[in-house]
């Protein structure tokens, strides 16, 4: 536990305090199109954070390291693997002869921020906005053992009982069983101030699908497979990516922990609730309702205890290290800015254009 406490620090330190990657001017690396995305070569990155190959890892995957921080990639993947905790990138890493390379803005929006924790003060946080998806005439995904709406209500009330015994605030968008439209969940998280956005669901899938996974809001500028309407538009959601990413990291890592779930990884969606939302802002999959073991798991009193102390502990864990204001592990110097293709320095600051 004092590892995974160790670890959950270091990556919420990076993610709160890095909305976009800082580069110094100092040095270059050379950007490479892939399909019209620009790509940086992993050999360049790795030998910036002082990474070695190492043994072990996920199955595979290559894996490499420095000290503690233990990276993993897969080519022509997605997945991204830090310390085993997964995570998915925006755009598949890429292979050629001369080595595996990974985006620009996957660089800027997820690796660097992991790697190189910096902080800067976040906002106030005394109330946790909890909406238990679907409700009424709307009952979601259909299991063997229960509806969806009745499971994410009867998880988002443990995990009220167990923020207010904290200290939070919290408000529900709903208490009960009756429908709200999605723009009406948003509404009430704009109108409550000092808050996050916790939506919790549960899954449905074929083939024996089980696992937990936690969304957020895609970066701007990227596609994604749970785009359900814009693709690459900046969203009024986008400006807290950073924070976005640190509550996904804390509440998915204490629930995968806990519960031994299969990892399905923090992901990117535009989802109507995380894509107007002017709050930190999460979607929690709890589940498969139609999984013969996990559905009746999820629909376990005892089960959805051990979930709601782990959202609790994650959003404590969240606000322990908003307060803290300083990194106490952060390298001072910044990577080099990637050349070539459409990359330019602003103001010190990498601009995709």
């Known amino acids: 536990m004092r590892l995974l406490l160790h670890f959950l620090a270091l990556c919420f330190l990076a993610f709160l305090g890095s909305g976009s990657v800082v580069f110094a001017a100092q040095g270059k690396w050379d950007i490479t199109q892939f399909n019209g995305v620009e790509y940086v070569n992993l050999r360049d990155v790795w030998k910036y954070y002082q990474f070695t190959p190492r043994q072990g890892g996920k199955r595979g995957c290559l894996t490499y390291g420095c000290k503690d921080r233990i990276i ?22 890429q292979s050629r002869a001369d080595g595996l390379y990974i985006s620009t803005i996957d660089m800027k929006k997820l690796v660097d921020p992991v790697l190189r924790p910096r902080l800067t003060h976040s906002a106030r946080l005394t109330t946790v906005v909890l909406d238990p998806g679907h409700g009424g005439h709307d009952a979601g995904a259909k299991g063997v053992y229960a509806n969806e709406k009745d499971c994410n209500l009867a998880l988002a009330l443990k995990v009220r009982d167990k923020l207010r015994r904290a200290g939070f605030k919290v408000v529900m968008t709903r208490d ?7 723009g009406e969940r948003v509404a009430i998280a704009n109108r409550t101030p000092d808050c996050i956005f916790v939506s ?3 899954n449905s899938g074929h083939g024996g699908a089980e696992g937990i996974e936690t969304f957020t809001l895609a970066p701007h500028g990227t596609s994604s497979p749970f785009a359900r309407t ?9 400006n807290q990516d950073s924070e976005n990413i ?32 002017n709050r930190p802002a999460i979607l929690f999959e ?3 309702m139609t999984h013969p073991k996990e559905g009746r798991s999820v629909a376990s009193p005892s089960y959805q205890e051990t979930l ?9 864990q969240y606000r322990a290290v908003a307060r803290s204001g300083s990194a106490t592990s952060s390298p001072d110097r910044r990577p080099p800015a990637p050349r070539g293709g459409s990359a330019t320095l602003g103001g010190g600051r990498i601009t995709q254009h």
């Open 72 to 93: 993993s990639v897969r080519p022509f993947k997605q997945d991204f693997y830090v310390n085993n905790f997964r995570y998915i990138l925006s755009y598949p890493i």
């Open 176 to 182: 009960r069983d009756f429908f709200l439209t999605l």
């Open 246 to 277: 640190a509550l996904a990291t804390a509440v998915h890592a204490y629930a995968i922990r806990r519960t031994a779930a299969v990892d399905r990884g923090i992901q990117r969606a535009r989802f109507s609730v995380l894509c107007t939302i």
């Open 286 to 288: 709890a589940g498969f």
């Open 200 to 202: 919790i669901h549960h």
């Open 230 to 238: 814009r693709l690459t538009e900046e969203l009024s959601g986008n």
């Open 308 to 316: 709601a102390q782990s959202i609790c502990d994650g959003i404590l």
